[in-house]
Every structure is written in C-alpha cells, then in structure tokens.
C-alpha cells in the first residue's frame, strides 16, 4: 500500500502494522528519515523492518538510516529494478514465517 506523503504513511503504518516498509527519503510534509525515527519511537512499530529506496544519496542521510537500524539503503539509480526486488524479497523471507517467493 502506497501514501502520498511522510505523514499519511506513518499514520498507515501504525494503523496496519506492516511486515516491512519500503521507505523514501524525500517525501512531502514529513521526510522519510523522520518517519523513520518517529516509528522506531513508537513501541507499536518500532520493530517494523525499514528498506529505504531513494534517489538520495547521502553520507549523513545513510548514516543515520543505519542508526535507526534501516535493513537496507538502496540508491534507485545503483540498482536494477529486479535487482531491488531480489533483494527486498529476500529481506521479506528472513522476517516471513511464509515465503513469497
């Protein structure tokens, strides 16, 4: 399920608690690095694993990612589009009690 902005994903993510997020840095009203912060504030999602998938990239923005125990930082023009689905289906199968694919 897709949102239009940082605030309205993360009042979804608190209403469905979701295995994983797919995340992106640069969204309008509140960006992607402080949605990330503000869910792991939040006992209720705080363990929802966090992909990034950006155009950003940045030393600082990664970083930080990192701190808040992202489970991947995809840069969009470093990977092929099956190449980041690979990899967020295998992040998908270690967190999934059944595999999608």
Known sequence: ?????????????????????????????????RVLELLREDSATSAIPVVILTAFDSDEYRSKAEELDVKW????????LPEIIEKIVNIANTISPKPLA
């Not at 930082?73 to 092929?80: H, L, Q």
Request: glycine content about 12%; charged content about 25%; hydrophobic content about 45%.
């Open 73 to 80: 930082y995809f840069v969009k023009t470093d990977w092929k």
């Open 1 to 33: 399920i897709g949102t239009g902005d940082g605030e309205e994903g993360l009042a979804l993510a608190k209403k469905e608690i979701p295995m994983l997020i797919i995340l992106d840095i640069l969204l309008p009203k509140i960006n992607g690095l």
